[in-house]
């Protein structure tokens, strides 16, 4: 089991040496690699450092775009594959540690990974076994097994002289503590990475994990320790919000033109002041800078399911991280309070959707994407966003005396008869009554009880030639209002 979320508080110099002894002699060798967040570069860092045949056997991970290598192997029978929730990985990790039989929860019902379906297995090599169906008191539940995890691979600040773990300048905590606990009881051995050794003891209500269950202690050099893989080294990332700046001012120049910028300003519409809020990767960042130009970023707090609440989100290989959190937790608490229905607001990418309201995010032809935190969130969050545009491929669109123009259209349709995997199912939102939007640049849909319905056209489109032509399936339509001015005010010209 190997801790981190993209590149922080991933250790690089362990899954580093891993791969350069496999790589000498051999070993080790028919591994089952664990993890929940995904943790990668999208070239050869992180688990990238796994991806040889021989070296792993078995894959049971979260998300999977950013080592394709691994997801290529999968893809080609090399490895049995399977993809989990990543707050479930977390969770199911506490209960190995605590010799419960499995983890019980309602997420990831009606998706890929039901066993209904297709049991999150990537090739029919994979195991089917992981999860079942069971009913308990009148109602069905997800069971995960438990399995033991004999070798955890984590990463800290430091170690003091009794070997206990501090975190205090990590970007997030992760899941240290239960990879730890469930390692130690199922008799394993636990490798903490470290950039220094301390002098004297650390204050023990700064300890993540305690000395007693960690087995070895790496001292990482310096480039193998960077506070993400998008960067060396950020303060911002563990330091309190200092007195007189504004979290508005970290997000650099306004959002520039284009379908991106429509998407997150009319997305950023259905944020309201209070919400509790997770924003996605991709377009759905973009809300974050809309809210600071409207003045109302302040009014909101912003999460990251890896933990920092409260401050501004980074993106790119530096996402999982926020600055100037007020607050960061731990990974598998965070995801308690998205499973329970602690957010009240979420904006997400979807690459496909399909009439029924499903969302595939996961799995495309022979790219396997996995899902992260994705299920977790989309399944509980109380108002849930869909952010992407119409269609893909070479999309371009100007606004002209604020009507949308397309200059050119997607090659690629997102709006299909079927998703090809099913990472949100909109049966299941529909009954529970979840409210649920998808925000293009051009159109609005609602989730209804008859499936997707088109509630808003951009001006100066027409919605036969322009938004049904471009789709797979015909949604209901009733009555037809304009999307907002204040999505296309911003000198897009």
Not at 187 to 210: C, F, M, S, Y
Not at 344 to 351: I, T, V, W
Request: glycine letters at 12%; one cysteine or more; proline letters at 6%.
């Amino acid at each position: 089991m190997c801790g981190g979320f993209v590149g922080a508080a991933h250790p690089e110099a362990l899954t580093a040496a891993i791969e350069n002894r496999f790589l000498k002699t051999g070993e080790p060798r028919d591994l089952t690699l664990l993890y929940a967040a995904g943790q990668g570069d999208g070239k050869s860092r992180g688990l990238n450092h796994l991806a040889h045949p021989g070296l792993v056997k078995r894959v049971i991970g979260g998300h999977w775009g950013l080592v394709p290598r691994l997801g290529k192997m999968a893809i080609a029978g090399q490895v049995e594959g399977v993809i989990f929730p990543q707050g479930v990985v977390c969770q199911l990790l506490r209960d190995i540690a605590a010799g419960r039989p499995g983890c019980i929860t309602h997420v990831g019902l009606g998706t890929f990974i039901d066993p209904d379906f297709d049991g999150g297995r990537l090739n029919p090599n994979s195991p089917g076994d992981l999860v079942e169906r069971i009913e308990l008191d009148g109602r069905t539940w997800l069971f995960y097994r438990a399995f033991p995890v004999h070798v955890g691979l984590i990463r800290a600040t430091a170690a003091d002289p009794f070997g206990n773990l501090v975190m205090t300048q990590e970007a997030v905590i992760g899941e240290v503590l239960p990879i730890a606990q469930a390692v130690h009881n199922c008799g394993g051995i636990v490798l903490a990475q470290v950039r220094e050794i301390l002098d004297k003891p650390a204050p023990p209500n700064t300890v993540r994990v305690p000395g007693i269950l960690v087995d070895r202690i790496v001292v990482a050099s310096p480039e193998q320790h960077h506070q993400t893989f998008g960067e060396e080294s950020n303060a911002a990332y563990y330091s309190p919000q200092p007195t007189g700046v504004d979290i508005a001012s970290l997000l650099g120049e306004p959002m520039p033109a284009g379908a991106r910028r429509i998407i997150a300003a009319r997305a950023c519409d259905e944020l309201e002041a209070g919400m509790i809020a997770n924003l996605g990767i991709g377009v759905p960042e973009g809300i974050a800078r809309i809210a600071a130009e409207r003045g109302i970023l302040n009014e909101v707090t912003l999460t990251v399911e890896s933990g920092p609440i409260g401050g501004v989100p980074a993106g790119g290989l530096s996402f999982g991280a926020s600055s100037y959190p007020e607050a960061i937790i731990d990974q598998p608490s965070q995801f308690d309070f998205y499973d329970g229905g602690g957010l009240d607001f979420a904006a997400l990418g979807a690459a496909q959707v399909d009439q029924h309201g499903n969302v595939n995010v996961s799995k495309f032809h022979d790219r396997v994407a996995g899902v992260g935190g994705f299920v977790n969130i989309s399944q509980n969050a109380r108002r849930l966003v869909f952010c992407g545009t119409l269609t893909s491929g070479g999309l371009e669109v100007s606004v002209k005396h604020g009507r949308l123009v397309i200059e050119n259209e997607g090659r690629h349709r997102k709006f299909l008869q079927h998703v090809e995997q099913v990472s949100f199912s909109g049966k299941l939102a529909r009954k529970s009554g979840q409210d649920v939007l998808f925000v293009t640049e051009r159109a609005v849909f609602r989730l209804t009880r008859e499936g997707l319905a088109l509630i808003e056209v951009a001006p100066g489109i027409d919605v036969e030639s322009q938004i049904l032509s471009q789709m797979d399936f015909r949604p209901k339509i009733g009555e037809l209002r304009e999307m907002p001015a204040s999505a296309f005010a911003a000198n897009l010209n």
